[in-house]
C-alpha cells in the first residue's frame, strides 16, 4: 500500500526557508516520478516541482524557479521541497503525489503560512 507523508509545514516570514519533507512507504522514490503540487484557498490545485525517476530530472512551475529546489534521498525514501525567499502568495497546503500504474497516490498535505 502507497503512503506519503508530508511534514515541515508551518508559518515563516516573507523572505524566509522552509524545507518540506515528504516520506514514502509501499513506493520506492527512485524508481517512480514524485512532485509537490499546493492548492491555495479558493484556487485550483497547482504543480510546483517534479523530479523524474529515472536520472532525478527536475522540472519547476514558472513562478518557483530560482527560489525552490526539489530533491530526493533514496536511502531515506523521501522527497523534500526546499523553500526560500518565501512570498504571502505561496501560502497553500502542500501535497506529495506520484503515479504508479495510472493510478495518482496523495499526501494528507501540510500547511505553509507565509506572513509578517
Known amino acids: 500500500q502507497v503512503q506519503l507523508v508530508e511534514s515541515g509545514g508551518g508559518l515563516v516570514q516573507p523572505g524566509g526557508a522552509l524545507k518540506l519533507s515528504c516520506v514514502a512507504s509501499?513506493?520506492?522514490?527512485?524508481?517512480?516520478?514524485m512532485s509537490w503540487y499546493r492548492q491555495a484557498p479558493g484556487k485550483e490545485r497547482e504543480l510546483v516541482a517534479a523530479?523524474?525517476?529515472?536520472?532525478?530530472?527536475?522540472t519547476y512551475a514558472d513562478s518557483m524557479k530560482g527560489r525552490f529546489t526539489i530533491s530526493r534521498d533514496n536511502a531515506k525514501n523521501t522527497v523534500y521541497l526546499q523553500m526560500n525567499s518565501a512570498k504571502p502568495e505561496d501560502t497553500a497546503v502542500y501535497y506529495c503525489?506520484?503515479?504508479?500504474?495510472?493510478?495518482?497516490?496523495w499526501g494528507q498535505g501540510t500547511q505553509v503560512t507565509v506572513s509578517s
Open positions: 503525489t506520484t503515479k504508479i500504474s495510472f493510478h495518482s497516490y
Open positions: 509501499g513506493v520506492t522514490v527512485r524508481n517512480y516520478d
Open positions: 523530479i523524474t525517476g529515472a536520472g532525478g530530472v527536475t
